[in-house]
């Protein structure tokens, strides 16, 4: 009997175990789950869904993907090397060496889908948009923000940067690479991740920014910044400018004068009197000319401050020779854009300040290069005098600012262009005045497709460019996460 | 028969159980003399048994001698048949020890049994009243199954066999011309040996030894040849010949007895077990004088790998059985006294009593769902009832580093750059210029920053008890500098353990064990950008310190940073490029403040109750805590040169750690085991044996961590290294995160054993994880095995070489659950106030399982001396865990988790023992070799191939191979480059550059196209020789380890041989290509790309090595007033045969940018017993 006894004992030692397996629910710790967020969205997630949108457009290192993932290419936004090193202005680094092979494979035209920089943009990108559509998924839901108490005009202001900041995004993706996924909600789940890795057709896409483009005007204010303690928000003149960069590059001409007359009207931006005063860390804001710009800013959390000083310090972005020579006799761009000299390994334009000390925004769209797609725009619609007028209001300036140094600007430095009626004469003087206006800023690829000249450039100067390079390829990497649902552009 | 009555039974039982405690003192003392003896596996528990059955035999045999003696003169006389001696007797409930006592008192009989299948402690009943001894022997024949077989005046009592008589008699002549005398001792202690059977071959004529172990016996001529046998002992043959005295030693034949080995819940006998199981010998791995406990394993078992991450003190320890089954986690589990742990740098190898890995499905799938890496169980020394001992052991040891590369000197160094600017520049060469400068220095940067380390380690332990109480407790130290400068490489470790068994009845028994732990590891970079890969790079013209008049030198920094610095500017000139800049290593050892404190608490509590008369039904419940907490703290002192850098308020601090900055965190880990088991051990009829076990189990997790930093300390001495002193203003951080997990499991297993020759086990294991969704949560492991014993069945009785042979086979599915938690689940996380998603979660998500099958066959050859064994083993590891990353295009989101792809691991394992004694010269060897092949069979469509910085998982080839661009040569002159890039006009390729294979030939290196597997990092073969010797009061043990057809990327030796910054070199670097036809492996010494930048074959080597990783002379001083000291000195890793030219071939990295390297050590130790 004693025996019976102790096998109950352990039947019910056994039995009462087997409550333990409901303590195997275990909640997640620090993480929320989709409903959770759901349920109860307060003004600070809303604001902040916007905030972080912006993150991908900064040149802090490894903002987007952390620890020095340079074979993803996700240190730095890599628009300097698709656009700059791409193009014929800038080296790798002052000397050749063996360091991320990954840039002289841009440079030289060598690369594959399987070179970081493509990734790395498309990283960026659309980690952008994934934000943006979280932040607009938000903010276009009455319920949710009748519930979390957000002020109505704030509403507005918040949507139209979130909706620019999309377009911008995609305007970026569809330069580079053309017809590209289009995702305009957060997936539910990750099926769903991999059955919109789909690309759209470039009309689709050119249509979506248009879209978001026209929406963020809707809802903008005129003013030049929007909110004075956050002076890097998106703006009205912002949207604008875009839409008129948008038609630019779908030479729609009349349309670009248009929105450039438009812009005009908001009576914000004017030419800085000095070249540098856009790219100084000490004056941001409180000039004319900047139109986008990302802020940098020291002892922030995140760290948000230009990064781009540590690779100029380790000897990247050199110019090339054809890039130095591309300037006029003491043009005081120049020295600005770089110091030309592999003693001195410096660019003032992407540190934002002259010395080491300041470190300036990452500007993506000011007022001279919005005269200078003006002056494309009559050039094309047969004004050339008008054209004429705005390069010599470039040059003009160029030639009354300081110089890095101090010295004296020589008389007789960049001369106006005399009148002309000879159009390809003047689109010359047009393609070297943005070179030299824009070097550096990474414009020059984009422009040299727009143009159709990359390839004549680029074979000149012994790069291996192929007509197929006037797209870049889809980024491996995201072709072979998608299964290979992502198509790759011919060529590659 | 007057005497023989008078000599009471009892008496005789009472005296001999004062011999036998006075035996088991003496036995007990020397067993803690370590040297007594070759120790081989498990080597405490087999002496235990033997102990036993030596005693009972001593108990015996010494009635039986002085039965023998009484009746000696009468016995010859009498003659008659079994038959006709009548008797009466009533045996009731007596052992059969105490029955063959009794009837050997009321008969003139001696009684004997040399079968040790024959169990003494049975209890027998028999009454007959006035029938004859063939009646009384054929019912308890029946009864017991036992044969009796008389000769003469001696009744031999063994196991009843299918064929023959149950009781047989027989009569030797009395026509013996030779009388033969000697004595039988034992080679353990040279003590006579009473019991032996001594026996005239080819009859059953013979006789035993007395209690000296002396015997005298009369044999029939010269060539009689004599057999000495005693259980526990080889069985020895000797031919008479012309001697009269013949003396022997008989040695112990330690693997015919039955080990007890642990094996997942319960014990089995060795030779019933039927899975991969490997034992590891303890006492042997203690003679390696490692610190941590995995390291143990190293070189000793046959397909398990042991590998140091790096040789800095304290770094971890890598353990994989059986290759890499998975993607993920590939780290064995381990059971510390029946708790899981997965971390086992707590313990202290002194305290290890037995290690024993289960390598297939076999035997871990009653560890089901987190086995799939493997199992290594680890039991821990408890106390001995007896006197009191208590040991003391103490060495120390010198460190050193070996085989460091040729550096270049100052002068050769400049050299080197001078021509790779004239390689890649016109005009004026700076280097030129500089040669014989006055402030150049001419530093060897290794010799800089190794120094000799050393060690130290001191045990103290205290063991014993009585019969119903015993306890061991222990406390040890251990502690070693490494062989960085500046004495910041530190790893010690304080253990403290007691164990505590209590009998509290013959049916119930409680014990519990406690482990304290306390270490503290003072970490350096031992590994990527490391110190040791900082020194290689240095400039040599460079030196370590200042010169005073240096206007940024100063006191508490002395240490030269940037080359050249000059304080007007931040890189001006060409100063600071023309010698790469990389750290100063010293002032790096200077300043590493990096102290990572360990607390743990780790123990469990048990207790065992046996059901049933027989006591064959036993529950037992262990409950295991493993606490610990964790101290991390690491001040980072500005130093360096100023750069000019850093935001407005650092402005002016040196460019290291800017600002200076404290980051402290404290974090905890609970993880609580409660299992239960019933386990029933039975053998029915002598032919059937049943183990059967059924049990639950239920763990759980919680894990919390606090951290915060602060920045910018105006004071930096160790007394304000505190939060508080920190500024508050900027850069004051805090975190805190926490995660838990549970797992609930059934588990059964049973084994049957058919006539000890046919064995079969099943195991059964389901687990259920909060890891995975409640749908998917329950997973099943199932396992089954069988086994024949060959060498049981008659038609090999007649080999006589072939002592043991057992065939294997197995067949089971073991699981892997070690995921993230939480994967199963789509989280969003707001970091930052970023609110983002975090990860997708696949509610689909379950268990990685593994499929095994092992077949292996076990010989024992020649008496056991020789034992083989040889295994086959095949694992598919499916469903695995795979982190599938979504396409970038939803952002950048962390991997889902889905169950994709499969690994095949599959290769055979062979280890060998040997093991002899001439004398007084004992000696044993073990090797064991293992080849390994892996390759991935699957993986999921979104994913075809993983890839690392230098590494691709892709079908058809082995985890994480190394995937690159192959070399074919260097470029001799530009027709050779035109013609093999012909696709690729305009490149910058030179002659002297690398010269890769166009795979598919269309003159363009490019990198979808002409990339290729170039090495894998798994090894194809692994192995490890040790061996054990003794002569008299010297004993000697060696072990030697290594691997085969392994590739390692040696990051090094590209930055130190091959690239294109002005970094120092190698000597090699004078085989560089000099002019067409100069070299044809070694590129140009250039500043322009020289192929060098590419992944490729060239640092792809060979890592294959043999090491010698230890070697130990022990020394006995002769045991004063029961003292016993032993000397010894051991040498670590004394030479290394391997072509690679990294600093250790050993090393766990993929990428070896520079590994703090293994170091050459020399101990000297003393153990004292009393």
Known sequence: ?492 | MQLVRNFHPTKTMSWGRVMLSTVKIYMLMQTNCFTKTLKIMNYNLLRKILQMSKHTFYGICLQMVLVGMLMASESEAQRQSLDNIYISVDIDNLTLEDALLLLSDETDFNFSYNDHRVNEKKIVSARVKNKSMTVLLKKMSKAYDLKFKRINENIYVSKREKSGADVEEEFTGFFQELAITGKITSSEDNEGLPGVNVIVKGTSQGTITDVEGNYSIEVPGEETVLVFSFVGFLKEEVTVGNQTIIDFVLTPDLTALDEIVVVGYSSRKKSTITGAVSIVDVESVKKNRIPNVAQALQGQIAGVQVTSSTGAPGDPVQIRIRGEGTIGNNNPLYIVDGIPSRDITFLNPADIKSMTVLKDAAAAAIYGSRASGGVVLITTLSGVKGKTSFGVDYFTGIHSVSDLPDMLNADQYMKTLEKAWNNTFTGANPYTADMGRSDFSDTNWLDELFETGKSHNLQISASGGNDKVQFLTSLSYYGLDGIVVNDNDKYQRLTYRTNINIDISDRFRIGTNLQLSHSTQDKIASKGESLIRFALLRAPVLSVFKDVSDPTYSERDPFTDMPFFTPTGYDQGLQRTMYEMVGNPIAQAFFTDDVRKIYTTFGNVYAEYSFLKDKSLKFRTNLGIDLSFFHNKAFNENYGDDDGGGSAIDQGLGRRNRPNNLNESYGQALTTTFNNTLNYVKTINDRHSLNLLVGTEYISNFESSIGASRARYSVTTPEFRYLDNGGSDLDVWNSGTASEWGLFSYFSSASYVLDSKYLVTGNFRADASSRFSESNRWGYFPSISAGWIVSEESFLSDVDWLTNLKLRASWGKLGNQEIDNYTYLTLISQVNEVVKVDRYGNPDLKWETSTQSNIGADFGLFNNKLGISVEYFNILTSDILLPISLPSVVGNVQPTILNAGEVRNKGFEFTLNYRNSENDFKYSINANLATLTNNVEKLHPNLPNISGNVTRTEVGHPLNAYYGYSVIGIYQNQAEIDSHLSGTPGNNVQPGDIKFNDINGDGIISADQDRDFIGSPIPDLTYGISGLASYKKFDFSILFQGVGGVERYNDGKKIVDYDTRPFNYTTAIFGAWDGEGSSNTRPRVTFADNGSSKISSIFAEDASYFRLKNIEFGYTIESFKGIGIRLYVSGQNLFTVTNYTGLDPETTDLLDKGTYPGSKAYLLGINVNF
């Open chain 1, 1 to 492: 009997m004693k025996n019976i006894y102790n096998i109950i004992i352990v039947m019910f030692v056994f039995t009462t175990l087997i409550s333990c397996v409901d303590q195997l629910t275990k909640e997640p710790i620090g993480l929320l789950t989709i409903d959770q967020i759901d349920a109860s969205p307060t003004v600070t997630t809303i604001e902040s869904s916007v905030l972080s949108s912006y993150d991908p457009l900064k040149s802090t290192l490894n903002s987007i993907v952390p620890g020095w993932r340079w074979d993803l290419g996700t240190v730095f936004r890599n628009d300097i090397v698709l656009q700059d090193m791409a193009s014929n202005d800038m080296d790798k680094k002052w000397n050749p060496d063996g360091d991320q092979p990954w840039m002289d494979e841009i440079v030289e035209f060598t690369f594959t889908s399987e070179n970081q920089a493509f990734n790395g943009i498309w990283v960026y990108d659309y980690e952008g948009i994934s934000r943006v559509n979280l932040a607009i998924g938000f903010l276009e839901d009455d319920q949710v923000v009748s519930d979390s108490g957000l002020d109505p005009e704030r509403r507005k202001q918040l949507l139209a940067e979130a909706y620019f900041l999309r377009a911008f995004y995609y305007f970026d993706l569809v330069n580079n690479f053309g017809d590209v996924p289009l995702v305009l909600s957060p997936p539910e789940s990750f099926e769903e991740a991999f059955s919109v890795s789909v690309r759209a057709p470039v009309d689709e896409v050119w249509a979506q920014i248009n879209t978001d483009l026209t929406d963020a005007k809707a809802t903008a204010s005129n003013d030049k910044y929007p909110d004075v303690s956050e002076p890097w928000r998106v703006s009205k003149g912002a949207i604008i400018a875009l839409q008129a960069k948008v038609a630019l590059f779908n030479e729609e001409w009349s349309l670009v004068l248009s929105l450039i007359t438009e812009l005009d009207g908001l009576g914000n931006y004017s030419l800085n009197a000095d070249y540098f005063d856009s790219f100084d860390a000490n004056i941001k804001f409180t000039d004319n000319e900047v139109i986008f710009a990302y802020d940098h800013r020291s002892n922030e959390t995140p760290n948000n401050v230009n990064g781009l000083r540590s690779p100029v310090g380790w000897g990247f972005f050199a110019p090339t020779a054809d890039f130095v020579a591309a300037f006029e006799p003491n043009d005081p761009r120049l020295l600005f854009t770089t110091t030309a000299d592999p003693g001195n390994k410096f660019s003032p334009k992407i540190v934002g300040s002259t010395d080491w000390i300041d470190f300036g925004n990452k500007i993506y769209i000011r007022y001279a290069d919005v005269l200078l797609w003006k002056a494309e725009a009559l050039l094309e619609t047969a004004d050339l005098p008008g054209a004429i007028a705005i390069i010599n209001q470039i040059r003009n300036r160029a030639r009354t600012s300081a110089t890095i140094d101090g010295s004296a600007i020589p008389p007789g430095t960049l001369p106006d262009r005399g009148s002309s009626t000879n159009a390809s004469e003047v689109k010359d003087w047009l393609v070297s005045e943005r070179r030299v206006e824009l070097g550096f800023e990474a414009q020059r690829f984009n422009d040299l497709k727009r143009w159709g000249t990359a390839k004549s450039v680029l074979t000149a100067l012994g790069r291996n460019y192929q007509d197929h390079n006037n797209l870049y390829p889809i980024p491996q990497l995201d072709i072979d996460k998608s299964g290979g649902s992502i198509t790759q552009n011919p060529g590659y």
